[in-house]
Structure formats: structure tokens, C-alpha cells
């Protein structure tokens, strides 16, 4: 990828967490915030929502940091394993370890007595469902059922990883902005990077093109 749409690339990602965060974040907290903001100035609204976006964009900077750590993770997990198919299944294991971590665990730490175990199953099988959607899809744009498993293995297992902070929280209504904030910014960076790397391409054979260009244009001269 050229400097010139890595820059694009990092800009749009830093949009998509900073508006997924505002909507998010005023839609969860709508009834409490109409009722704060009953005789407030248009600048005090104006700074809530802000610093909600700046929130999000935070976050799609520690999203970028994961995707970028997942494509070394991915490289080095084939390299070790030798198989696409091996390697697949391992990440397939990891995703079942993480989601039963993300039911169990903040079970285990947060539930009072005689909570039931259901309630925290939601999360988990939320992430489960949109890790698949996008899974679909990024096998369906790359043509291959081989990616899958390793789309599965980001959406699920590196947002955890992104998410943990927010999960040792565990205020409900950061858990859930934050959650949309990072599958969404994860999202993109998975179906929008494949449109990136061939602009790129483009822009190189475009470069190339002119440098031929100019070199025909020296030599008739």
C-alpha cells in the first residue's frame, strides 16, 4: 500500500470509530442525555458529542494497531503451522476459547449471587453473529471459503483483545459503545482493505507508466 492511501486508509477507519461512538453513544444515552441537556447551551451539547467522537477515534487507532498485528500474527501463524488448513482450525479453537472466556469469566467476576449465567451469553453471541456476518462477506469478496476462518478468528479474538479494557469495567453503557465502535471500525478495515491495496496498485503501474514516459520522451530528444 502507498503512503499516499495508508493515509486514506487510517483517516477513514479514524471516521468510522469517531461516528460509530456519537450515534452509538447518544442513541444508548438518549433519555438521560435530553434530560441534561433540557436548558443547556448548543456548546455544552456540542462538547458531550465531541468528546464521544474523540472517544471513538481513540479506539479505531487501537483497532488499527490490532488489524495490523493480526496480519503479522496471521503470517506467522502460517508460517509455523506450514498449512492453511492447520492454522485455520487452530484459530477456529481459539475463537470457541475466547468466546467461552468472555461468557465465564465475566461471570465469574461480576455476577452476583444468584445471577443466572444466560444474560451473559448476549455479548458473546452478538460478537458470534457479526463476526460471522463479516466472515460471509469477505469470503464471498475474496472468492475463497479459506478466509473465513481467519476473519472469524479478527472479529472475534482481536476485538476481545481491543475490548478488554472496557471489559474489566463493565459499565453496561461503555460495554456496548465500544463494542460497536471497535466491530465496526474491524469491519471496515477487513472488507475496505482489499479496495486500498489496489488503488495502490494502480497508482504504482500509473508512476511507472509516466517514469516510462518521460524516459521515451529523453531518449527522442
Do not use: C
Request: hydrophobic share 55%.
Amino acid at each position: 500500500m502507498t503512503i499516499r492511501n495508508w493515509i486514506r486508509f487510517f483517516m477513514m477507519t479514524l471516521l468510522v470509530g469517531g461516528v460509530t461512538t456519537g450515534i452509538v453513544g447518544i442513541a444508548v444515552r438518549w433519555s438521560e442525555l435530553t434530560t441534561q441537556f433540557a436548558g443547556e447551551d448548543s456548546i455544552e451539547i456540542l462538547s458531550v458529542v465531541l468528546w464521544m467522537i474523540g472517544v471513538g477515534m481513540t479506539f479505531s487507532v487501537l483497532s488499527q494497531m490490532g488489524y495490523f498485528a493480526y496480519l503479522t500474527i496471521h503470517q506467522f501463524g502460517l508460517s509455523i503451522f506450514r498449512s492453511l488448513k492447520l492454522w485455520n482450525w487452530v484459530q477456529m479453537v481459539l475463537v470457541a476459547f475466547v468466546l467461552f472466556d468472555l461468557v465465564y469469566f465475566r461471570f465469574d467476576a461480576f455476577a452476583e449471587e444468584g445471577d443466572s449465567l444466560l444474560p451473559y451469553f448476549s455479548l458473546a453471541a452478538f460478537l458470534l453473529a457479526v463476526g460471522i456476518i463479516v466472515s460471509l462477506l469477505k469470503a464471498k469478496q475474496a472468492k475463497s471459503k479459506m478466509i473465513f476462518p481467519s476473519t472469524l478468528f479478527f472479529m472475534v479474538v482481536v476485538t476481545t483483545l481491543e475490548w478488554l479494557p472496557v471489559l474489566r469495567s463493565n459499565e453496561n453503557y461503555w460495554l456496548i459503545t465500544i463494542m460497536f465502535t471497535l466491530i465496526a471500525t474491524n469491519a471496515y478495515q477487513m472488507l475496505a482493505l482489499p479496495k486500498y491495496n489496489e488503488r495502490s496498485k494502480k497508482d504504482r503501474e500509473a508512476r511507472l507508466a509516466r517514469k516510462a514516459a518521460r524516459e521515451q520522451e529523453v531518449k527522442a530528444k
